[in-house]
C-alpha cells in the first residue's frame, strides 16, 4: 500500500477509534454519575440548562473520555500510519483539541473545567500516546 494512503488510513482509524471510546465514556459516564435531575443531556438545549446545575463530579468522566479517546487515536495512529508516525499522532490530538475548543464555547461550562480539558486532555494524550505506541513497536521489532 502506497505510504501517503497508508497515513490517512491512519489517521482516520485514529479519528474514528478515539471518537468511538469518547461518546462511550461519555454515555458511560451518565450512567454512573447521571446529570442532575431533570435535565434530558442528549438535546443541545438541556444540555445548557443541564451545564448550570452540574457540579465537579459530573465532569470526571467527559474529561476522561476526551483524554482517553484522544490517546486511543493516537496510539492506533501511531501504530498504523507508515510514516511521520510522531506527526500524525500529534495532529489527533490537534483534531480532538479543535473539537475540545469548539465544545468549549458551551455557555456555562466551567472555567476550571475549561482549563484542565484544553491544557491535559489532548495535546498531552497525543503525545503520551505516541510514545505509548512506540515503544510498544520497538519491543516487537
Known amino acids: 500500500m502506497h505510504p501517503i494512503l497508508k497515513n490517512i488510513l491512519a489517521v482516520v482509524a485514529g479519528v474514528i477509534l478515539g471518537s468511538i471510546i469518547n461518546m462511550s465514556l461519555v454515555m458511560l459516564g451518565f ?12 438535546t443541545p438545549e438541556g444540555f445548557a440548562e443541564g451545564m448550570k446545575l452540574m457540579t ?6 467527559p474529561f476522561l473520555a ?15 500510519a507508515a510514516t511521520h508516525h510522531l506527526k500524525l499522532a500529534l495532529g489527533i490530538g490537534v483534531w480532538f483539541l479543535i ?3 469548539i465544545v468549549a464555547q ?15 486532555a489532548y495535546l498531552p494524550m497525543g503525545w503520551l500516546g505516541a510514545k505509548l505506541a512506540g515503544r510498544v513497536l520497538n519491543r516487537l521489532i
Not at 465537579?56 to 468522566?61: D, Q, T
Not at 458551551?106 to 491535559?120: Q, V
Open 66 to 80: 476526551h483524554a482517553l479517546g484522544t490517546l486511543a487515536g493516537a496510539f492506533t495512529t501511531f501504530k498504523l
Open 106 to 120: 458551551t455557555p456555562d461550562t466551567p472555567t476550571w473545567f475549561i482549563a484542565l480539558d484544553l491544557i491535559g
Open 56 to 61: 465537579p463530579k459530573n465532569f470526571v468522566f
Open 99 to 101: 473539537g475540545g475548543i
Open 31 to 42: 450512567t454512573i454519575i447521571p446529570p442532575p435531575s431533570g435535565v434530558d443531556m442528549m
